[in-house]
T-cell receptor, first 113, second 116 residues
Framework: DAKTTQPTSMDCAEGRAANLPCNHSTISGNEYVYWYRQIHSQGPQYIIHGLKNNETNEMASLIITEDRKSSTLILPHATLRDTAVYYCIVRSPFYNQGGKLIFGQGTELSVKP | EAGVAQSPRYKIIEKRQSVAFWCNPISGHATLYWYQQILGQGPKLLIQFQNNGVVDDSQLPKDRFSAERLKGVDSTLKIQPAKLEDSAVYLC??????????????FGPGTRLTVT
């Protein structure tokens, strides 16, 4: 079963920051927080991941709370092409259960002009 | 670099028929995954290969589904006989394997199967 809770849907205005929350209150010390997104009719796309520290790459920023029980994915300047379902996943390392991804329902983000 | 390739992209069959899907992972990726995604749900892992060996097939309905990965590269997923509830998108993903705790999975475009 998925170990995360996300809102079912969110809206964001084009050009504004999109902040997608995720709760993972039962996360273990060696588990990572991963974010993927799935644009309609495409396979999921990796966005970013983190263990304890905040992370940033060319696509997004990931903010993890100090107790690691929740996180926020930030798309700094959302565009229409960011409209997708965003999945927050708590992932075990390879040496535990093969590091498999367990997808939940995700958050459907709609970026509006 | 080339992404994960899958074929066919679409397939329509009648129930009780058989079907096979093919996946070619990213070059050098030792780990290969097959997922099933039913409409409106997140992907569900069916089977995970590490080179030629199976790491996890706990969610694979083994009475009708089978998968193989010959020579540790390409993989095929077969359904025989198909049921109406097998209608879904079948996604293949691959990742590296090494001394890191985790590696990103890269997904193919998927095969949309409709069973009538």
């Amino acid at each position: 079963d998925a170990k995360t809770t996300q809102p079912t849907s969110m809206d964001c205005a084009e050009g504004r920051a999109a902040n997608l929350p995720c709760n993972h209150s039962t996360i273990s010390g060696n588990e990572y927080v991963y974010w993927y997104r799935q644009i309609h009719s495409q396979g999921p796309q990796y966005i970013i991941h983190g263990l304890k520290n905040n992370e940033t790459n060319e696509m997004a920023s990931l903010i993890i709370t100090e107790d690691r029980k929740s996180s926020t994915l930030i798309l700094p300047h959302a565009t229409l092409r960011d409209t997708a379902v965003y999945y927050c996943i708590v992932r075990s390392p390879f040496y535990n259960q093969g590091g498999k991804l367990i997808f939940g329902q995700g958050t459907e983000l709609s970026v509006k002009p | 670099e080339a992404g994960v390739a899958q074929s066919p992209r679409y397939k329509i069959i009648e129930k009780r028929q058989s079907v096979a899907f093919w996946c070619n992972p990213i070059s050098g990726h030792a780990t290969l995954y097959w997922y099933q995604q039913i409409l409106g749900q997140g992907p569900k892992l069916l089977i995970q290969f590490q080179n030629n060996g199976v790491v996890d097939d706990s969610q694979l309905p083994k009475d009708r589904f089978s998968a193989e990965r010959l020579k540790g590269v390409d993989s095929t997923l077969k359904i025989q006989p198909a049921k109406l509830e097998d209608s879904a998108v079948y996604l293949c993903a691959s990742s590296k394997w090494g001394d890191r705790a985790t590696y990103e999975q890269y997904f193919g475009p998927g095969t949309r199967l409709t069973v009538t």
